[in-house]
């Protein structure tokens, strides 16, 4: 009877104790991406020594180009970029006879932490393109439609620093659509409100971090000293004292950890979470990798 009961009851009662651990070292539900669409500070078509910063349409043909030059303010420093995206609306595609489709090409642009000021720029002053981020086929059926663009792996290292990041644009005809015409709304269309839009999806900041205290990888402008044996403050670059942490142990690749971990708000920096690991079996500190999130408001 004794040896019955204990099968019935051990298993349960080990089920419990596994999931009181889980929840002690801070496995729970993800935080949810939350998205927000920046509107330009500046975009204007460029043309010699024209100014059209004002203008209801943007313009790309053999002989215009377009920029845009986008704020990350309204995001906090060291927000993790899920995903940024490009939008235009089509106003117009004139193409020549026989064609059924055109292509643009976006680049990156200098002046990612300066502004631009949109009723002087020209062709002549406007900043340089740097890096071809993408190519985009424009069909002719796309006329009144948005055409997007990734542009994550450009504008995710800008939230460094969101009060001065500005992430710019240049936009041209591509390579094999010479004569093509594109037609953009610009912001200043106040009859349709089709402007640009730079579309940010963030997530929760992130480390993940060796035994050692080298960071694997992470969000934007993170920090990792490691105290003592087992002992890691982990630095963001804002204040996350009113946050909430979720730390794991884990490796960096395939590999597992089996111990104990623990996080607290470091109280001498706003901007820390203090990380304790320990071995199996509640021994003593040991250097464990770990992953931590702070979601914080």
């Not at 643009?104 to 631009?116: L, M, N, P, T, Y």
Request: proline share 6%.
């Amino acid at each position: 009877m004794k040896t019955q009961f204990l099968r019935r009851v051990f298993p349960a009662l080990r089920r419990s104790l596994l999931l009181s651990a889980l929840a002690v070292i801070g496995l729970g539900t993800a935080p949810s991406a939350s998205a927000v669409e920046a509107v330009p500070l500046v975009d204007s078509t460029l043309q010699n020594d024209d100014l059209l910063g004002t203008k209801p349409t943007l313009r790309i043909n053999n002989d215009q180009t377009i920029l845009l030059q986008f704020w990350l303010a309204s995001l906090p420093n060291g927000a993790y970029i899920e995903k940024a995206t490009l939008r235009l609306w089509v106003a117009d595609v004139i193409l020549p006879s026989g064609r059924n489709s055109g292509t643009i090409d976006v680049f990156s642009a200098e002046d990612s932490f300066s502004q631009v000021d949109e009723k002087k720029v020209t062709e002549n002053n406007a900043p340089d393109k740097l890096d071809q981020l993408g190519t985009i086929t424009i069909p002719k059926v796309r006329k009144g439609n948005y055409i997007l663009l990734d542009v994550t792996e450009y504008v995710r290292p800008l939230t460094v620093n969101t009060a001065i990041a500005r992430p710019t644009f240049v936009i041209e005809q591509g390579g094999d659509s010479h004569n093509c015409t594109f037609i953009f709304d610009s912001k200043e269309n106040t009859a349709t409100s089709h402007g640009p839009i730079l579309e940010i999806v963030t997530g929760p900041m992130f480390a993940v971090v060796a035994a050692d205290g080298t960071i694997d990888r992470s969000s934007p402008g993170v920090i990792v000293n490691r105290l003592d044996i087992g002992n890691y403050v982990v630095v963001f670059p804002r204040n996350v004292s009113k946050g909430v942490f979720t730390a794991t142990l884990g490796g960096i690749d395939t590999e597992s950890q089996i111990g104990f971990i623990s996080v607290a708000r470091r109280a001498v920096n706003p901007n820390g979470v203090f990380v304790l690991t320990r071995g199996p079996l509640n021994s003593s500190d040991a250097d464990l990798s770990f992953h931590l999130t702070v979601t914080s408001p």
